[in-house]
């Protein structure tokens, strides 16, 4: 979710973008500059997206919505997971409560792993087809790029949610174990 290379910008116009290279993510935009920095040294500028810029489109705004309820989500689910395996371990026998804990966090990680998915697709579609964000000239970046590439943050979200939906696909299919009493002779 923090992750800033959501797409990567690759901009014609280096005068304020010195690499030619800008990275946008959800939550905000940056790139390095050597402008009004001494020679040698160069300095990475980010701006934080607000709720008032009407140019940002409102798949970056779903897609912070969207992580935040994953990250709840997921917090919910490893709690429900985690009382339920401290039921198994300190061996309580309340089966009911063992198998709802697992569910409960069996729902709550295939919900986290959707709310992750969304995005991720989504971000990925507008990487494909080139579509570009007219961002306000405080931002000092093109409204298209020459070209953009999918950033780390696809991959890693792609990983997430496969284990997220793994992860909630276990707990889902927990069965208390059945015990039999048995008897050795000696």
């Given at each position: 979710m923090g992750?800033?290379?959501w797409r990567v910008w690759h901009v014609n116009n280096t005068t304020i973008i010195s690499s030619g290279i800008a990275w946008v993510g959800i939550w905000k935009v940056c790139f390095i500059s050597y402008l009004h920095i001494s020679p040698g040294h160069k300095e990475q500028f980010c701006h934080k997206f607000s709720g008032y810029d009407s140019s940002i489109?409102?798949?970056i705004y779903a897609a912070?919505?969207?992580m935040l309820i994953a990250m709840f989500a997921g917090l919910l689910g490893l709690a429900a997971t985690i009382l339920a395996l401290r039921n198994v371990y300190m061996g309580i026998t309340h089966k009911t409560?063992?198998?709802r804990f697992f569910l409960m966090g069996g729902?709550?990680?295939i919900l986290a792993g959707l709310c992750v998915l969304i995005p991720v697709s989504w971000n990925f579609y507008s990487v494909a087809h080139n579509q570009?964000?007219?961002f306000p000239p405080s931002y000092y970046m093109p409204s298209s790029p020459a070209a953009?590439?999918?950033g780390a943050a696809i991959p890693v979200g792609i990983v997430a949610v496969i284990l997220l939906l793994l992860s909630g696909t276990f707990s889902l299919s927990y069965r208390i174990p059945v015990t039999t009493d048995?008897?050795?002779k000696s």
């Open positions: 992750i800033v290379e489109p409102h798949e912070q919505g969207l409560l063992i198998t729902f709550f990680y570009s964000i007219a953009q590439e999918a048995t008897i050795t």
